[in-house]
């Protein structure tokens, strides 16, 4: 559309034709006060908030659905305004009750901060205010009816947004009421919390935050979710506690992120496994009755330091093997392969693999800005989405999805062996056979059926595949794509640094970056790195591995298949899994909650994750990893290299406390000619490295840094021949997440409430 | 719907109501007719009329009950054979509509949203029945009575106490 | 039965046929009935939006918006359907004229439906009445099939190539959807919350399709204005205000009830001689002139012609042309009581001016009226109902607040003498006891 110019209080502005004027205003800093008008819901005029004068119309205007035209005059800040304003909060405080001091959204609240700036602090009030009793809908929703202002952004976030359309309004007048779906006030939903995260007051409560704490009184800490591929920016609000810092908030705070307004029900509730009484805080070391039982650090790092020690020299790394994470950071993996190669001097190395990355990354290479980051997917204008259920296992993909078709009319189209919910949202949708994704590449190459020629007709493309696709057909679908023309792609894995896992080296042919361990290149200059590949996963995990020792770190291979029962076992975990429960060494980590360091999501963008909590006992893996190495013998200032080189510092702005002092320090040594010393525990000390090793980690810093998210390139060339895939895709569900989701008691609570919904309408 | 189904309607109503889905442009549009058909048979809104209005309908129940409980002829408990609806507003008020509801409290006994103990009559206080230049004046189920005075009330509960009587069992049952 | 009054001033056009057993489609016909939409359909779509303009005809839901220039603004040309919507849900108390035209005359209806199809190219039409008339939605239904029968309605209406369908439908209690938009809503089988407007119903209507909607009223005067011609009809009337009005005088006189008289006619003569002066020999203490959401007068300021533009001058509304009339027996405040009580029912929630305010001020009210009330709570209400005016979503807030501006306005002392615990002497309603603190 084309610029208009109006003017508002005397101010020309521009902005082109059809724009609404709220937005325009806010855009120009001329604040509209609104409750019932948010961004990308449908209109609804309905609070009265945002009146304004237009010259020449004899009614006011609501600024939320007047769209501005050529010469336009408005007033916003005359005295008839203000007293629109003052009344319309004076009617709404009415009825609400002034439970502010006990209320969840105290100091949170946009009734609170409306009435603080367009008055109403007389109250006029003299009647009895309508009381009804508060409705738990869910263990994650409560509703406390006379709160409710009935602005409907709930009901609109739940059926626009979420396309579930679990909340309504019944009865009439003052007698409105937010209803949810189920019968008894239940909620049948996806339960992601978004109603709550939309409410304007106090009306929609979350059952694990609410009456916790006062919103001053927590720490706003801004990091990645921890459970899905994602990645999406969470703020946890973290209140000190005797024994150290307690999450007891996870939110969606300032809707910065990756995300935008999303986040979901294990974003927002599944934060308590961090929390869980399930948490091991002791080191254990199976005794001579063969029972684990609780040690000092000093002994547990001893023992499995000198265990490791002596298998090495006397067998040689290849009889270790070592089992990475797809949680741990990307420095951490990194150092976690870094140790495998180096200290222990073993290529047996990998990670439960989660999607493909390998056959991706080579499929793609020589082809640049072919990887789509998750931005990509909120605005691309077709996408064709091959396998996979992302409503459950990927939701912030659903939801960019979702909400790229609904407010840009995106075509979707949807490839899939099974009907899922966002068929809704597609244009068209081809039914496969199970193994239909090995075909699909040719079905589409000929291009004879209506789907496959719409989609050859789209003048772009952002193809999604899932983890259903690997090897071969992973590989021909891209080079279909590539020979089309105009295509971006992105690979579905399942956790929150599965994608890291790959990227880092994870893997016991390939380097971080996907460089063949045979030809190093840059990795030349690691000490003692072995050129063949080693054992890959399901090798080390086999029952017969013939292993002396495994290292499994954060990982939980015993749930599915059964280990060797003669190789020594250390595991560093945050709970006795099945894996640990077996280990000779258990080693107390700290989640990814508890610690600093980078995550890539599986679209390859990377971002910033920070120490939000602590827990006394624990350790995080980077500094167990370097603790085992420093009583193995080996060189610490070679693995870590703290105190070597060039400080590349940010006067701590945006790494954290701890790191910050570190850096401020070096920065300040090194402006001075003196040795800068980085503790060699702290994982930003990696970091110089990686950007300079890894091919595709050479990052914008200062956004980095800053919170935001950074998409990383796959490397250019790669020269290697991807092994034959091995990938179990995890299929988690909204409400579970692996091993880590069985800890968190609220999606376990969330689960059952939607499973016995389930059961009993199925039944009726 | 299935002609196996279980329905809570009689046969005759499912054909009505069979006939009114297909009368609009857009099938949503015989919902509120349904509900005000289906609470005439079954006496309420009851959460097994709102499953099957939506099935009928194809929307889902919460959007049913969204829109059933806005208006106010719907109700949500089960009213007596006869629904005494007494006027009060303005033009009846100022022709003794409170006096009309006054006597039909004391002849039968309840408070407005009262059903007698034999479930023959329910009592409602309403906001206006389109009668207001023959006022005062109340609604029986469907049936206006016009002009009335204290004095005609227990004529009125007479004269459906027969009616109930020569028609048998109660259509609520 | 509702009585049938009649009066030697009354001009009978629109109720020419009450009484008469016009219900039935052929006594409807003896009485020239289904005439108009045959010379309609001779002359075609323009020259019915013409005659209807020329006519002075203004619509009798209450806003008087020029009923050919409502037409006029269809788009010719639409890939939607357009629709006729007839609204009669009449809901605003005092008001029961279309009651009679249901009850005595459904085949004006459908024939003016039919001609507003004909100058709209709409096909279809509906016609809503409110969920307390299901006898007279059955007097309609059997209306609605006779014409049906013999052709009227159809494929090809009185054998010619022009489309009409007619579908009925019932509400089920709710004033506001009396409002154009919020009746297509409810229409469309939801919640009767209004629309954002713009887009107006003539453009975006129901279904998505150019609508028009009008009163029961208007349409049933329609086939009138055709037969009479455009300029004797407009000559009936006041200047700018063609034609008659159903005037329904109810309340606190000798004898209520429907009144068809000219536009302009003068309110004190319906009062004093038409509806038989104030009845049992009392006083006149104000009358309502509108129906219950236009601001009440003073004995002294009811002499004046009823049309649009003169009780507008008088400071309020001819609104539906339900005049009602108050005695000295009545307590204003408890009359204001029961009016916003009635909103206060009848708000559909959705904007926070109105929701809340109705809601304060019936509380308000009816602790003043049991004499609980304190000085500052008179201002109080006039205050809510000031900030309410203007500022809500839809008219429903203006209908609560004007009245009760003018109530407390006009009879201030008698508010003043409720307060300090002394509760109404007149009062018809219960009194509820409030505990001091």
């Known amino acids: 559309m084309p610029d208009v110019t109006f003017t508002v209080d005397g101010k020309k502005l521009t902005a082109p034709a059809g724009t609404l004027l709220i937005d325009a205003c806010r855009k120009a800093c001329i604040e509209i006060p609104a409750f019932c008008y948010y961004p990308g819901l449908s209109l609804q005029a309905a609070c009265r908030m945002c009146l304004v004068r237009m010259e020449k119309v004899g009614k006011l205007q609501t600024a939320c659905t007047t769209r501005v035209a050529e010469g336009q005059i408005f007033y916003t800040d005359t005295p008839e305004i203000a007293q629109v304003r003052k009344a319309n909060l004076q009617l709404l405080l009415g009825n609400h009750p002034l439970d502010c001091p006990v209320c969840d959204a105290g100091g949170e609240c946009e009734l609170q901060d409306m009435t603080f700036k367009y008055g109403a602090g007389v109250s006029l009030y003299a009647e009895a205010k309508n009381h009804r009793e508060e409705q738990q809908w869910s263990p994650a929703v409560f509703y406390d009816r006379p709160r409710c202002i009935l602005c409907y952004r709930c009901i609109r976030m739940c059926g626009e947004g979420m396309d579930v359309w679990a909340l309504g309004v019944n009865n009439r007048g003052a007698d409105s009421a937010i209803v949810p779906n189920g019968a008894g006030h239940q909620l049948d939903c996806e339960q992601c919390g978004m109603c709550i995260d939309v409410c304007p007051v106090g009306a929609l409560t979350s059952g694990s935050y609410r009456y916790q704490t006062r919103p001053w009184e927590m720490n706003h800490v801004s990091t990645v979710c921890a459970h899905c591929a994602d990645g999406c920016k969470v703020t946890l609000g973290v209140r000190s506690t005797p024994e150290g810092a307690a999450i007891v908030r996870a939110d969606n705070r300032d809707k910065s992120g990756i995300n935008g307004d999303f986040l979901c029900a294990k974003g927002r509730f599944g934060f308590d496994f961090a929390g869980s009484d399930e948490r091991l805080t002791q080191p254990l070391i199976r005794n001579a009755e063969g029972k684990l039982a609780p040690a000092t650090w000093e002994q547990a790092i001893r023992t499995a330091a000198a265990k490791l020690k002596e298998i090495r020299d006397a067998k040689g790394g290849e009889a270790i093997g070592v089992i990475g994470s797809n949680r741990l950071t990307n420095e951490e993996n990194y150092l976690l392969q870094k140790f495998a190669r180096t200290v222990l001097g073993s290529n047996n190395i990998d990670h439960a693999r989660t999607a493909d990355y390998p056959t991706f990354v080579r499929a793609l290479a020589g082809h640049a800005d072919k990887a789509a980051s998750l931005r990509d997917l909120a605005s691309a204008p077709a996408i064709l989405l091959v396998g996979g259920n992302p409503t459950e296992e990927h939701p912030l993909l659903a939801w960019h999805l979702r909400t790229n078709v609904r407010l840009n009319h995106a075509r979707l189209y949807i490839a899939n062996s099974a009907p899922i919910k966002l068929d809704r949202q597609a244009k068209a949708v081809q039914q496969i056979s199970a193994d239909g994704y090995r075909k699909l590449a040719s079905f589409l190459v000929h291009g004879e059926s209506d789907f496959a020629k719409t989609i050859l007709a789209e003048e772009s493309l952002l193809v999604v595949l899932s983890a259903d696709v690997s090897g071969k057909p992973l590989a021909d679908l891209i080079a279909w794509g590539l020979k089309r023309g105009n295509v971006r792609f992105a690979l579905l894995g399942a956790y929150a640094n599965s994608r890291g896992a790959a990227d880092m080296g994870l893997d016991p042919a390939l380097l971080p970056g996907y460089v063949p361990v045979d030809k190093p290149g840059p990795f030349a200059e690691y000490t003692n790195l072995p050129t063949t590949p080693g054992k890959n996963f399901a090798q080390m995990t086999a029952a017969d591995s013939g292993l002396d020792a495994l290292l499994i770190v954060g990982a939980n291979p015993a749930a599915q298949t059964k280990l060797d029962s003669k190789t020594f076992l250390v595991v560093q975990d945050l709970f006795l899994t099945e894996t640990a429960a077996q280990a000779d060494v258990v080693l107390p980590a700290a989640s990814l909650y508890e610690k600093s360091g980078t995550l890539t999501n599986t679209f390859g963008d990377v971002q910033m994750v920070r120490k939000a909590a602590d827990r006394p006992g624990v350790k995080p893996d980077f500094e167990i990893l370097v603790r085992l190495a420093e009583a193995m013998g080996a060189e610490i200032a070679k693995l870590v290299p703290f105190g070597k080189r060039g400080t590349t510092g940010d006067l701590g702005q945006s790494r954290g406390a701890e790191a910050g002092e570190a850096d401020r320090h070096a920065v300040w040594l090194e402006a001075n000619n003196l040795e800068p010393r980085l503790s060699p525990f702290d994982p930003f000390a990696l970091f110089d490295e990686i950007a300079r090793l890894v091919p595709g980690y050479s990052l914008d810093r200062i956004n980095l840094f800053a919170s935001n998210d950074v998409h990383s390139a796959p490397p250019a060339a790669s020269n290697f021949v991807p092994a034959k895939a091995l990938i179990a895709p995890a299929r988690d569900t909204l409400f579970t997440s692996g091993t880590l989701g069985r800890y968190s008691q609220s999606l376990q609570q969330l689960e059952q409430h939607q499973t016995r919904k389930q059961a009993k309408s199925a039944a009726d | 719907m299935s002609a196996e189904s279980i329905s809570v309607f009689s046969p005759k109503l499912e054909a009505r109501l069979d006939a009114l889905v297909k009368k609009y442009p857009v099938k949503r549009s015989a919902l509120i007719p349904m509900l005000l058909y289906a609470q005439d048979e079954v006496g309420y809104i009851s959460d097994a009329v709102v499953a099957e209005v939506a099935i009928r309908i194809g929307i889902t129940e919460l959007e049913v009950r969204n829109a059933a409980t806005y208006y106010s002829m719907l109700r949500f408990k089960p009213a007596g054979r006869y629904h005494v609806q007494v006027c009060t507003n303005i033009s009846c008020m100022l022709r003794g509509g409170y006096e009309i509801l006054d006597r039909f409290r004391q002849e039968l006994g309840i408070e407005p949203g009262g059903v007698t103990a034999d479930g023959m009559f329910s009592l409602e206080e309403v906001q206006c029945i389109g009668a207001c230049c023959w006022a005062p004046a109340i609604q029986v189920n469907y049936d206006d009575h016009d002009e009335l005075k204290p004095d005609l009330v227990p004529g009125i509960l007479s004269s459906y106490r027969g009616k109930a009587k020569a028609e048998g069992k109660t259509p609520h049952a | 039965m509702p009585k049938l009054v009649s009066h030697p001033d009354e001009v009978k056009i629109i109720s020419r046929r009450f009484g008469q057993g016009a219900e039935k489609i052929d006594r409807y016909i003896e009485l020239g009935g289904y005439e108009a939409v045959k010379k309609c359909l001779a002359q075609g779509s323009d020259w019915i939006i013409n005659e209807v303009k020329a006519s002075g005809l203004r619509g009798r839901g209450g806003a008087g918006f020029s009923t050919g220039m409502k037409w006029s603004f269809v788009p010719k040309q639409s890939a939607k359907p ?356």
């Open chain 3, 82 to 437: 357009k629709y006729i919507l007839v609204n009669g849900d009449e809901s605003e108390p005092g008001t029961c004229k279309d009651h009679l035209i249901f009850l005595h005359d459904p085949h004006s209806v459908i024939e003016g439906a039919i001609i507003a199809g004909l100058a709209v190219g709409a096909k279809m039409g509906f016609i809503y009445m409110r969920g307390e008339y299901r006898t007279l939605l059955e007097i309609m239904e059997r209306a609605v099939a006779d014409a049906y029968a013999r052709g009227f309605l159809g494929k090809n209406i009185f054998g010619s190539d022009k489309e009409f369908q007619i579908i009925t439908q019932t509400g089920a209690g709710a004033y506001e959807v009396g409002e154009e938009s919020a009746l297509m809503e409810s229409l469309e089988g939801k919640r009767g919350v209004p629309r954002i407007k713009p887009p107006f119903p003539a453009v975006v209507g129901l279904y998505g399709g150019p609508t028009v909607i009008n009163n029961a009223e208007t349409i049933a005067t329609v086939p009138h204005v055709i037969n009479m011609g455009a300029a004797a009809y407009a000559a009936v009337g006041s200047p700018r205000n063609g034609g008659t009005r159903l005037f329904g005088v109810s309340g606190c006189v000798e004898r209520p009830g429907v009144y068809e008289l000219p536009m302009g006619y003068n309110l004190k003569k319906i009062i004093y001689e038409v509806a038989g002066g104030i009845r049992n020999g009392r006083q006149l203490k104000a009358v309502v002139p509108g129906g219950s959401s236009t601001p009440v007068l003073l004995p002294d300021e009811i002499d004046i012609g009823m049309d649009f533009d003169q009780v507008g001058k008088a400071g309020s509304m001819l609104g539906s042309a339900a005049v009602i009339v108050l005695d000295d027996q009545t307590c204003m405040v408890e009359f204001a009581l029961r009016t916003i009580s009635f909103y206060r029912h009848e708000s559909c929630g959705w904007c926070i001016p109105c929701r809340e305010g109705t809601d304060w001020l019936k509380k308000s009210l009816t602790r003043i009226h049991a004499g609980f009330g304190e000085a500052t709570d008179i201002d109080t209400v006039r205050y809510i109902a000031e900030n309410m005016l203007g500022h809500t979503f839809c008219p429903l807030g203006d209908a609560a607040a004007m009245p009760t501006i003018a109530f407390v306005k006009k009879f201030r002392q008698e508010f003043e003498d409720h307060l300090n615990g002394k509760p109404c002497p007149l009062a018809k309603m219960g009194l509820p006891q409030f505990t001091v603190v």
